[in-house]
């Protein structure tokens, strides 16, 4: 079957998309307003970019009811700072409150339990129960599509300052499986790490 994009809504687009681009990690994005109020939502439309510098890029969409640009954009583009957190096992109940649509002057880490826990570079709190923060600095919002439902913004950040916590750490690299990683899938499913496996890639050889 072919689908043609134009032919159909946003909404079924949005369907295809995330039934095919899967598992996605999460960015759980913490922000602070310019009226002190902290905030943080997950993001799954997430990944990283390059590694000198190293770079990550999210998209928060605009609300599908009215087109309205979400919080987490808001705080970003007023105070070019963030925070994303890796969402693992443990907080994945907490994360999913925090996608609730609370209005701007809520504080979200009261409304979800979670811990806000200082930056040293950037204002934005850390979420203290997630094992692994990057404090970013905003490098460009590009605007996507019409002003309206279905339209949105890719947001990119340099990450200037890592939080790992010890024990995840083995030689420079993430230890995984302690990490305890969760991936989006469709709708309201997600994922944990299934059966891993290794594949060595091989240099090029004229045959
Ligand atoms: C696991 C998960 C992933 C999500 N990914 C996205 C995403 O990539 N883009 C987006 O605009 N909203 C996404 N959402 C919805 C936002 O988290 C939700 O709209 C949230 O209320 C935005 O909060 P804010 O207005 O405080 O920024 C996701 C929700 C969940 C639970």
């Known amino acids: 079957m072919k689908i043609d994009p134009q032919q159909q809504t946003f909404k079924d687009n949005y369907k295809l998309m995330i039934g095919s681009i899967l598992p996605r ?9 310019t009226e002190g109020v902290y905030n943080v939502a997950p993001f ?4 990283g ?3 000198k510098p190293p770079t990550i890029c999210f998209a928060p969409t605009r609300r599908g009811t009215d087109g309205a640009e979400k919080d987490t954009l808001k705080n970003i583009r007023d105070t070019g700072e963030f925070v994303i957190n890796i ?5 994945v ?3 999913n409150n925090a996608a609730t649509e609370y209005p701007p002057e809520y504080d979200e880490f009261k409304e979800t339990g979670l811990t806000p826990g200082p930056s ?13 923060n990057m404090e970013c600095r905003l490098m460009q919002i590009i605007e996507i599509g019409p002003p309206e439902p279905g339209g949105g913004f890719l947001i990119i950040g340099e990450i200037v300052l890592f939080h790992i916590r010890d024990e995840l750490l083995n030689n420079g690299r993430i230890d995984t499986g302690k990490l305890q990683p969760v991936g989006r899938l469709a709708g309201a499913e997600y994922t944990k790490l299934g059966e891993r496996f290794t594949l060595v890639r091989k240099p090029f050889s004229k045959r």
């Open 93 to 95: 109940e907490a994360m």
């Open 44 to 47: 799954s439309f997430f990944t």
């Open 87 to 91: 969402v693992n096992e443990a907080i």
């Open 25 to 33: 990690p999460i960015a759980f994005v913490s922000t602070i307003s």
């Open 49 to 51: 970019i390059t590694s």
């Open 120 to 132: 040293e570079i950037v204002r934005a709190p850390r979420v203290e129960e997630s094992p692994i």
